[in-house]
């Protein structure tokens, strides 16, 4: 089955410090691969997608995810972090079939401190 | 630019009571999705439709749950007999490709 890890439950960074959030991914081929960032009682904002091509995709807000086959990976970086970055952030892919579901991570928490 | 829209954005119910969610999905969008999120939880798949009938679901749509595209621009999420585990966030989301989907902004379900 399809499954979707990220690994860090919860991250703490200090404002302007670089951050970067792993996701890994177990599936047979090459997914969609999708962030989204969740603000408390928000719904869910794309922040970026990787479907082919370029395996370093830029996204809204400074962020920016890299996408490595070798590894099943797609983590999400940003150089410089801001305090209204503070967030829950998921990682999904697919969909894995044409019309079918995402599966999202379970989320890691980003604090940043002043 | 074009948005996915939900309501209530918040609804309260007792245990028991039949509740029904309501979105707008993006107007020139074909396929439709429910999720969930429990609070402090992952978000799961609850339910797709396309063409007018559910083209896949979770475990957890049970015959609790039922959907449907009432008038041609809403997609309900109908629970039938609420319980004190379906308190959770409600996402809908829709999809032109079928291979991005855009969220709504979700509708918080408290059961009591």
């Known amino acids: 089955a399809q499954s979707v890890t990220q690994p860090d439950i919860h991250i703490t960074v200090s404002e302007g410090a670089s951050l970067e959030l792993r996701c890994n991914y177990s599936?047979?081929?090459?997914?969609?691969l999708f962030w989204y960032v969740q603000s408390p009682g928000q719904g869910l904002q794309l922040l970026l997608k990787y479907f082919s091509g370029d395996t370093l995709v830029q996204g809204i807000k400074g962020f920016e995810a890299e996408f490595k086959r070798s590894q099943s990976s797609f983590n999400l970086r940003k150089p410089s972090v801001h305090w209204s970055d503070a967030a829950e952030y998921f990682c999904a892919v697919g969909p894995f079939n044409y019309g079918q579901n995402f599966v999202f991570g379970p989320g890691t928490r980003l604090s940043v401190l002043p | 630019e074009p948005e996915v829209t939900q309501t209530p954005s918040h609804q309260v119910t007792q245990m028991g009571q039949e509740v029904i969610l309501r979105c707008v999905p993006i107007s020139n969008h074909l396929y439709f999705y429910w999720y969930r999120q429990i609070l402090g939880q992952k978000v799961e798949f609850l339910v797709s439709f396309y063409n007018n009938e559910i083209s896949e679901k979770s475990e957890i749509f049970d015959d609790q749950f039922s959907v449907e595209r009432p008038d041609g621009s809403n997609f309900t999420l109908k629970i039938r007999s609420t319980k004190l585990e379906d308190s959770a966030m409600y996402f809908c989301?829709?999809?032109?490709?079928?291979?991005?989907?855009?969220f709504g902004p979700g509708t918080r379900l408290t059961v009591l």
């Open positions: 989301a829709s999809s032109e490709s079928a291979y991005e989907q855009f």
């Open positions: 599936y047979g081929a090459t997914p969609y």
